[in-house]
């Protein structure tokens, strides 16, 4: 039987702390309040499903047999992460348009571009998923577990963006929130170039 209390530990670290992921819903809560913020955190949820899923379920060979394709999904996802930033600095730009949240589909397809993501996904499925028969119920089990946990950190993030939408009700404010968010995202992708 699987140990829960390091699996819940290990997934509460890998979702509370600040990330892509934590980074994207804190300024999706300022932004876009609570309504805005639900697809994000169900796109997240989605996404970290399918992938730890598929690692579970042995993916992460691949990963072993061909060691350029975590180079690659590495620099794609900085520049995805560039493309965020972007698209969250033009929020605080008046283009004449509305803006517009970053999607469920957005947030779930980030999953496949986020090495925080991959990192969390693979240690799950090499770390706490139970060896022997039943593979398919192990796999869910552990992956419903993180899901858990990761919905909970995820809603925290949201609400604390959420918390500080009155501050940015003046849009010097909240343009300053935005670009420094931004700058915060292109910090990230750096470090995942490293």
């Known amino acids: 039987m699987i140990e829960f209390i390091p699996l819940i530990s290990y997934c509460f670290v890998m979702s509370a702390t600040p990330g892509p992921n934590n980074v994207m819903l804190a300024i999706t809560g300022a932004n876009f309040g609570g309504r805005g913020a639900l697809p994000v955190i169900l796109g997240i949820q989605s996404g970290l499903f399918v992938q730890t899923l598929l690692m579970c379920m042995g993916l992460g060979s691949v990963f072993t047999a061909y060691p350029l394709a975590q180079q690659v999904l590495r620099m794609t996802g900085a520049l995805y992460l560039v493309f965020l930033a972007w698209k969250l600095c ?63 950190c995820n809603t925290m993030w949201a609400m604390f963006g959420m918390s500080i939408r009155r501050v940015l009700a003046d849009p010097g404010k909240q343009r300053a929130f935005n670009w420094t968010m931004g700058a915060s995202l292109l910090v990230l992708a750096l470090m995942f170039l490293r």
């Open 90 to 152: 033009r929020t605080s730009t008046d283009t004449g348009k509305a803006a517009t949240a970053v999607s469920f589909t957005q947030a779930a397809t980030f999953q496949a571009l986020n090495p925080k993501s991959w990192l969390r996904s693979i240690t799950v499925a090499s770390v706490f998923m139970p060896a022997g028969q039943g593979t398919v119920a192990n796999a869910l089990l552990v992956t419903l577990t993180g899901a858990m946990i990761g919905a909970a």
